[in-house]
């Protein structure tokens, strides 16, 4: 109780301090601040203050703000003579009757309609007017009373607001009467034997006059909304954008110049060579190229360069066809449409794929637009914007000359990636628009989140942090309990909303490691290695000096001793202590990275390592991308590698796996190769014990036993026995032992306790499983 008073007082310093700040300056600077104050007091009065408060500072900054009049909702709920609060309450309060007289819509009404139809028609009617009057008086004592707190408050403006709203309502509700008597008689005269045209011409005077009544009614609106409404052109929308400032720049000097050119044509100048309006818009997911293209469909529409502000927007689905003559015609199909405005096609370069086949008519599609493009029947009469990422973009222009003209230079605008800082304005924005706040801690949050996301090229950027913020809502209202309680519950996106559910019965990769039969010396020596990779971590976050971290490893061994499996529990254990984003293991070999063409071999690589990016790289017999044979690409594959690994640093992890001997003769055939490679992990072949042990583990995995004779069969041969594989080799002879138990028991009449013969590898499964593998003896 004392603690609550003390937190009371200290409220109620501050918010002195507050509301003369809001006097001062029109809002609170400080608004997290505010809103934490908020959520710890309970002192209704304080509270209905402090909310007051709140919601003028973000009024102040954002006009006609519905969160801020839910807030003046809940100041007046909590203390009623909150003077402040509704003063500037009633003033957006009264937008709320713009509705009223909606109801007062009736069906048309007609002389020459049977007697059926018009008894249906006139019950509508007197149902309406009943529905309407029964609420009206509620809306004029409403309307009366807010009417009477402005007067009481000096606003004088309001007040005359309120006061013609009044007079309407009340004639509405006057003619609303005179049209129920009227729409009564007229029913009961439909019933009679004779039926005059009186009640019919009744009728319609009486609506003739509500609907003026309306008219006037809606212009009170309208005149306020005409006020408020936002002139901003397409330029000033684009302005009002976050971040991209050199696209900015670049639009805005294309708009003075297409200006300038229209103002030189009033002038009667002419002009030989118009500027080209076709764009080539290049940049990641979620960089607003559809944005822009849209604002430029309005600038060339607002400077009457063309006809209409619409945006046809296609892609490859939409154009290419599957037989002869199809794709011509959905060309042009989609051209008529954009006729007069712009076309835009998103991922443009998905119309020539690499490798296209002759059943592929991605370059018909090309060449049938640049044939609209410049023909005298659609010439210059609809601009093309192309989209997609910046080098696919390239190589598709530059394969197609015909195309590439039509879009000059300068007339390429690229759009760069949001960095975390704009990234978070956005947030604000997003959460903003849906009646939600930020707090500091949910920003930290979601600067973490985009940092786990920013891998490679396919980060969503603005896509990314909408689906961020959205996901947080989804979460805040699945999980909250419905309550009255605290306004700001239904306001406030915190660190809680947007953190990751993590399933806690996942097993840890440090558990997966430990679990690994063997291998005793490689797992010290990677627990070894991820002990100083976190501690660098730690020393990273306190701004201590931190010695450079080298994960880049060299696996060596036979086939089956574990390599790959290690490798995977590799990439866990880095994401884990937060050095890799995603954690993935991506196995590769030389198939993956060498082509057959020159030129192909290093996009191939590069296409590889994107898909590595945020994880672990394995290449598998690394030693075979050297070859002695003359004109093989697979140098280029490893300079490639070693450019790429530069160019990533800690964003990708390689693992070059094999023999030892032959390892050593590709980190030697470049010198870059070998100095990136400092970690060599050695993986001794499996011993006799190990080998059987690990037999054991598989087949208990899937419920089944080896009986005494049939272990003491395996450990002999094991022991007396060379056999090629390891690991493989060990999981191989217990899948054919657990097939010649399926055999053997299936083959032989039904008993009653197969169920527990089912489970137990009897000594002639292991030998028939035996007999199908080359046996070596010791030694020879």
Not at 286 to 309: D, N
Not at 326 to 337: D, I, L
Not at 441 to 468: C, M, P, W, Y
Not at 553 to 567: C, D, E, L, Q, Y
């Amino acid at each position: 109780m004392i603690k609550q008073q003390t937190n009371t007082l200290n409220n109620n310093e501050k918010l002195l301090h507050w509301e003369n700040e809001l006097n001062q300056q029109g809002f609170i600077s400080n608004e997290n601040e505010l809103l934490t104050a908020i959520r710890s007091e309970s002192n209704p009065v304080l509270l209905s203050r402090m909310l007051t408060v709140a919601a003028l500072s973000r009024l102040e900054r954002k006009n006609q703000d519905s969160l801020a009049s839910a807030w003046l909702h809940k100041a007046l709920e909590l203390h009623p003579e909150n003077t402040k609060a509704k003063s500037y309450f009633i003033q957006y309060d009264w937008k709320k009757k713009k509705d009223i007289l909606d109801v007062l819509t009736f069906p048309a009404i007609r002389e020459t309609d049977n007697r059926t139809a018009k008894k249906k028609v006139a019950e509508q009617y007197i149902q309406i007017c009943q529905s309407f009057l029964a609420e009206a008086d509620n809306q004029v004592e409403d309307i009366t009373e807010k009417m009477n707190l402005a007067d009481t408050l000096g606003n004088t403006t309001l007040l005359l607001q309120y006061k013609e709203l009044i007079e309407l309502l009340s004639t509405a509700i006057e003619i609303s009467g005179n049209l129920l008597k009227a729409a009564e008689e007229y029913e009961e005269s439909i019933k009679g034997v004779f039926h005059t045209a009186t009640y019919f011409d009744d009728l319609k005077l009486h609506l003739s006059s509500l609907e003026d009544i309306k008219k006037d009614w809606h212009k009170v609106f309208l005149m306020e909304e005409d006020e408020n409404q936002d002139t901003a052109n397409a330029l000033d929308e684009l302005n009002e954008m976050i971040g991209m400032d050199v696209v900015k720049k670049r639009v805005n000097d294309f708009y003075q110049f297409l200006k300038y050119q229209k103002d030189r044509k009033k002038l009667g100048f002419q002009t030989k060579d118009e500027l080209s309006l076709n764009m080539v818009l290049t940049g990641n997911p979620g960089t607003g190229k559809t944005t822009i293209a849209r604002l430029l469909a309005k600038i060339y529409h607002e400077l009457e360069v063309l006809p209409r502000p619409e945006v046809i927007e296609t892609d490859r689905s939409q154009l290419v066809g599957a037989f002869v003559g199809q794709t011509e015609e959905n060309v042009r199909a989609v051209v008529e449409k954009a006729i007069g405005g712009v076309l835009f096609i998103d991922e443009a370069y998905s119309l020539k794929r690499e490798g296209q086949s002759g059943n592929d008519y991605g370059q018909t599609a090309v060449d049938t637009l640049v044939s609209l493009m410049t023909g005298k029947e659609y010439g210059g009469k609809f601009a093309v914007i192309l989209a997609g990422y910046p080098d696919e973009m390239r190589i598709f222009l530059d394969a197609n000359p015909g195309l590439r003209s039509r879009f000059p230079q300068s007339n390429l605008i690229h759009l760069p990636n949001y960095s975390n800082e704009e990234l978070l304005l956005i947030a604000d924005k997003i959460a903003s628009e849906n009646d939600y706040i930020l707090t500091e801690e949910a920003k930290i949050e979601i600067n973490h989140r985009l940092e786990q996301e920013r891998v490679d090229d396919t980060f969503g950027n603005a896509r990314s942090v909408r689906n961020i913020v959205l996901d947080a809502i989804f979460k805040k209202g699945s999980d909250h309990p419905i309550s009255n309680e605290d306004i700001l519950t239904y306001t406030l996106l915190d660190k809680k909303d947007f953190g990751v559910e993590k399933d806690e019965h996942r097993e840890s990769p440090f558990e997966k490691l430990e679990r690994l039969i063997g291998l005793t010396e490689l797992k010290g020596e990677l627990e070894t290695l991820v002990s100083f990779v976190k501690m660098q971590q730690f020393r990273k976050e306190k701004k201590l000096p931190t010695v450079p971290i080298q994960l880049h490893s060299v696996f060596t061994g036979n086939p089956g001793t574990g390599k790959t499996t290690v490798a995977k529990i590799y990439a866990e254990l880095l994401k884990e202590c937060g050095m890799l984003k995603r954690g993935h293991l991506i196995v590769a070999s030389r198939a993956d990275f060498v082509a057959g063409y020159v030129g192909q071999t290093a996009g191939k690589t590069k296409k590889k390592i994107r898909e590595a990016l945020g994880g672990v790289l394995f290449i598998d017999e690394a030693y075979s991308l050297l070859s002695q044979t003359a004109g093989d690409f697979g140098k280029e594959v490893v300079d490639t590698l070693v450019d790429e690994m530069t160019k990533h640093n800690e964003n990708l992890v390689v693992v070059l796996a094999g023999y030892p001997k032959e390892m050593d003769q590709l980190l030697e055939s470049n010198p870059g190769l070998r100095s990136r490679f400092k970690k060599f992990f050695l993986f001794p072949d499996y011993s006799a014990e190990e080998l059987l042990a690990i037999i054991e583990t598989y087949v208990e995995s899937f419920q089944y036993q080896l009986t005494e004779g049939a272990r003491t069969l395996l450990k002999q041969s094991i022991e007396n026995h060379t056999f090629e594989g390891n690991g493989r080799f060990a999981t191989n002879l217990a899948d054919e032992m657990i097939q010649a138990q399926a055999m053997r028991l299936m083959g032989a009449p039904q008993e009653e306790d197969l169920l527990e013969k089912a489970i137990h590898i009897e000594r002639e499964d292991v030998e028939k499983a035996l007999n199908k593998f080359p046996l070596n003896r010791e030694g020879e």
